[in-house]
T-cell receptor
């Protein structure tokens, strides 16, 4: 069974601060996706990383895939209240046809 | 137009009842999924269908029976509902060769 552990599980910070969320596994993945989920809604895809060492930026969000393709991180610069939500990483392997989700990080940005 | 739509949004029912959740996607995607999200927000895959064919069945009790009448629809029927079935059920779809799933907004099932 492939497991993806996210840390921290909960994070509450002031608006304007920076933060990093980690997603770790002992398994190798072909790709790693990050989703954000808001209350009462389904997860929404933020980004996909596919190459070991890859870094992708989405405005104030920076995503990195580990060199060994077992871990990933999400860094948010100058957090805003709109960043509040549940962040989920998810790993996929070709031919496996399923996405394995991480344990989730609940982020709260305090105004 | 909603890309992946599920009905109902909320479902409250008594133990032992049988219920169905419907899902439709208008994205033309090849694969559809059912995921279960527990009270700790952990998302776990239940089933996956590709072009109406079952390709993943993740050790789900056989009280759960998915049905895909066509590529755009994947319904979930649950027999003899138990308290432990209470959760949020998400339908999702993806396109072969593309990354990323599109999720519906979920069905919150409460068994009393």
């Amino acid at each position: 069974t492939q497991l993806l552990e996210q840390s921290p599980q909960f994070l509450s910070i002031q608006e304007g601060e920076n933060l990093t969320v980690y997603c770790n596994s002992s398994s190798v993945f072909s790709s790693l996706q990050w989703y954000r989920q808001e209350p009462g809604e389904g997860p929404v895809l933020l980004v996909t990383v596919v190459t070991g060492g890859e870094v992708k930026k989405l405005k104030r969000l920076t995503f990195q895939f580990g060199d060994a393709r077992k871990d990933s991180s999400l860094h948010i610069t100058a957090a805003q209240t709109g960043d509040t939500g549940l962040y989920l990483c998810a790993g996929e392997n070709f031919g496996n046809e399923k996405l394995t989700f991480g344990t989730g990080t609940r982020l709260t940005i305090i105004p | 137009d909603t890309a992946v739509s599920q009905t109902p949004k909320y479902l409250v029912t008594q133990m032992g009842n049988d219920k169905s959740i419907k899902c439709e996607q208008n994205l033309g995607h090849d694969t559809m999924y059912w995921y279960k999200q527990d009270s700790k927000k952990f998302l776990k895959i239940m089933f996956s269908y590709n072009n109406k064919e079952l390709i993943i069945n993740e050790t789900v009790p056989n009280r759960f029976s998915p049905k895909s009448p066509d590529k755009a629809h994947l319904n979930l029927h649950i027999n003899s509902l138990e308290l432990g079935d209470s959760a949020v059920y998400f339908c999702a779809s993806s396109q072969d060769g593309d990354y990323g799933y599109t999720f519906g907004s979920g069905t919150r099932l409460t068994v009393v």
